[in-house]
């Protein structure tokens, strides 16, 4: 058996298309296009790239793109008052503090100083207060864009046993709420977790979110599993060349799996399209303006 393998490009493609349409109609209705201000404290390169991503694909689904870029000796006052400045702007309707923050500032208190209401990376205390307690918020955009690829490759996923590797509070906590929410039955794994294998082993879907290389191997997924890899890692490729893994171990695994998402390809591409959806749905609520349920 060969696993199917879940084109997360494809995916994200179609839900950008989906939005774009959506901005465009809320741009006739609001009078303006909806608007998504990424703040970026320092030259990460990673982090720089990875703004510019998100600039690009804003302002291709029609949406207002603001990226504020702050350097790196910012106080944590300073970007304290950019944050409240943002959340007093009408025309902001998502804010994106990009993260890691230099260390003389505490990333939590920024993210709670975030209007949760615009808080598009759902990372913010009362968001993930909504989405323990069922009610509607913003989700962290990874475990969402898994949760889509889930449903558009299981379809119904009531009764399925799911373990998620990684007790973060950017994947691995909201990954395992949004599969309760399901109605699956959910195992947090980590680092102190006893006989891990045998415990993935039992999976009908396993959530793979710990940044190891191809730790988890065939002999750890059940027959026919789906297993989502959320890992992104750089290892040496020879030669002077690097190559990009998930924590999957990908060539053996898919001889097991009956799903797999691919590394690169596979979740990736997710987090941006769901980011694109968050600000898409804040802009909605900001500005009065309906959304229909299940649009996006």
């Not at 504020?68 to 702007?89: F, M």
């Not at 990874?142 to 558009?152: I, N």
Request: aromatic share 2%.
């Amino acid at each position: 058996m060969t696993a199917a393998v879940i084109d997360g490009k494809a995916f994200a493609e179609t839900l950008r298309e989906r939005v774009g349409r959506l901005a465009v109609d809320f741009t006739v209705k609001a009078g303006r296009r909806p608007g998504l201000t990424v703040v970026l404290v320092g030259e990460d390169p990673a982090s720089a790239v990875y703004v510019r991503s998100k600039g690009k694909a804003t302002e291709a689904a029609g949406m207002k793109s603001e990226t504020i870029r702050l350097p790196a000796e910012t106080s944590q006052d300073t970007l304290l008052d950019v944050v409240r400045g943002l959340n007093a702007d009408d025309s902001v309707d998502g804010i994106l503090v990009q993260l890691p923050l230099p260390k003389q500032i505490d990333e939590q208190a920024i993210i709670a100083a975030i209007d949760p209401n615009k808080d598009v990376d759902g990372f913010h205390p009362v968001n993930a207060g909504r989405l323990a307690t069922g009610l509607d918020g913003f989700v962290p955009c990874t475990p969402l864009g898994c949760l889509m690829l889930l449903r558009d490759s299981l379809g119904n996923l009531a009764g399925k046993d799911a373990v998620v590797i990684g007790r973060s509070n950017i994947v691995g906590k909201p990954m395992a709420q949004l599969l309760l929410g399901e109605s699956c039955t959910i195992t947090i794994a980590h680092s102190k977790t006893q006989d891990l294998p045998a415990v993935v082993r039992r999976a009908d879907i396993v959530i793979a979110a710990v940044g190891r290389p191809e730790m988890v191997k065939a002999d750890w997924i059940k027959p026919g599993a789906a297993v989502i890899d959320v890992g992104i890692n750089r290892i040496d490729a020879g030669e002077g060349k690097t190559r990009l893994v998930g924590d999957v171990a990908f060539d053996e695994v898919k001889d097991v799996a009956g799903a797999i998402t691919p590394v690169p390809g596979g979740v990736g591409p997710m987090t941006i399209a769901v980011l694109l959806r968050n600000a898409l749905v804040a802009a909605h609520r900001n500005a009065g303006v309906p959304l229909e349920k299940g649009a996006i």
